[in-house]
């Protein structure tokens, strides 16, 4: 079955950056759309990133372009998010997405 495992949230400061993982397995990712979703405390879901299969056609939130950044490695069946320029709105639960399977989260805090 298919499963997404999310990875590399944290503490961050403002202004700082991470990296966040999923690894995914029980579909052919290298086809795959994935996408990176967030969901702040008492707020709803947002989609952040959109990575299309041809691993060049993106689409980004107005709120994060030009700092954050979304690839893939096909070979290890990751997905990434590189997230710069940290904001303290940026704080959330971050997930992996294959519409309709999701992960299971990662929190991302930055706070001073």
């Known amino acids: 079955q298919v499963q997404l495992v999310e990875s590399g949230g944290g503490l961050a400061q403002p202004g700082g950056s991470l990296r966040l993982s999923c690894a995914a397995s029980g579909f052919t990712f290298r086809i795959a759309i994935m996408r990176w979703a967030r969901q702040a405390s008492g707020k709803g879901l947002e989609w952040v990133a959109v990575?299309?299969?041809?691993?060049?056609?993106?689409y980004y939130a107005d709120s994060v372009k030009g700092r954050f950044t979304i690839s893939r490695d096909n070979a290890k069946n990751t997905l990434y998010l590189q997230m710069n320029s940290l904001k303290p709105e940026d704080t959330a639960l971050y997930y992996c997405?294959?519409?309709?399977?999701w992960g299971q989260g990662t929190q991302v805090t930055v706070s001073s």
């Open positions: 997405a294959r519409v309709p399977c």
């Open positions: 990575l299309y299969s041809d691993g060049s056609n993106t």
